[in-house]
């Protein structure tokens, strides 16, 4: 079976600029997580939707934000970039976002210049 | 909130040698996983581990939750064992926050 999709892989951004990331899930995984991994911070959590609705956020400011459609795919964007974004955005697709199973996709490597 | 501590942090083998990754968390959890981050930056499920033994090839792991920890078995490295290897928990009903320890990262020399 397919496994967890990320698009873009890489993305070279403005200071300022906003970027959307995509995730497509394994077909029948209904809760999509994201998190950022950076150098200084690791993995942390951004956000979680399960049937369209956000059910769990993580400490990130209100310029993080996400959603996510009725094919359980879902997108994540970050307005007004800043320099301390860049980092590798993952995301993570299980049946029901509790419990275990979780799948990562390959992840999106952001830089802000 | 809930705290994952890894260790050790680094560790360097030669090929062939075998090791052991530690993952100590505080609290009662629902879900352990361990990952490998390979240097693409995926990260690929090892095992999902809550409580009990499970072996897959080389790979095992045991996690004992009353005594809140969990070990990963790697026996007769190879290089393309090297990595960051991550334990992540997840507890109560926090639906999607897994909580990632820091990391061992292993390097295998041939």
């Known amino acids: 079976k397919a496994g967890v999709t990320q698009t873009p892989r890489y993305l070279i951004k403005t200071r300022g600029q906003q970027v959307t990331l995509s995730c497509s899930p394994i077909s029948g995984h209904r809760s999509v997580s994201w998190y950022q991994q950076t150098p200084g911070q690791g993995l942390q959590f951004l956000f979680e939707y399960f049937s369209e609705t956000q059910r769990n956020k993580g400490n990130f400011p209100g310029r993080f934000s996400g959603r996510q459609f009725s094919n359980s795919r879902s997108e994540m964007n970050v307005s007004t970039l800043e320099l301390g974004d860049s980092a590798l955005y993952l995301c993570?697709?299980?049946?029901?976002?509790?419990?275990?199973?979780?799948?990562f996709g390959s992840g999106t490597r952001l830089t802000v210049v | 909130g809930i705290q994952v501590e890894q260790s050790p942090p680094d560790l360097i083998l030669q090929e062939g040698a075998n090791s052991t990754l530690r993952c100590n968390f505080s609290?009662?959890?629902?879900?352990l996983q361990w990952f490998h981050q390979n240097p693409w930056g995926q990260l690929i499920n090892l095992f999902y581990i809550p409580s009990g033994t499970k072996q897959n090839g080389r790979l095992s792991a045991t996690t004992v939750a009353t005594e809140r920890y969990s070990l990963l078995y790697i026996s007769s490295s190879q290089t393309t064992d090297s990595g960051v290897y991550f334990c992540?928990?997840?507890?109560?009903?926090?639906?999607?926050?897994?909580?990632f320890g820091k990391g061992t990262k292993l390097s295998v020399k041939p």
């Open positions: 992540a928990v997840n507890y109560g009903g926090s639906q999607g926050n897994l909580i």
């Open positions: 993570a697709s299980s049946i029901t976002g509790t419990g275990g199973g979780y799948t």
């Open positions: 609290d009662s959890v629902n879900n």
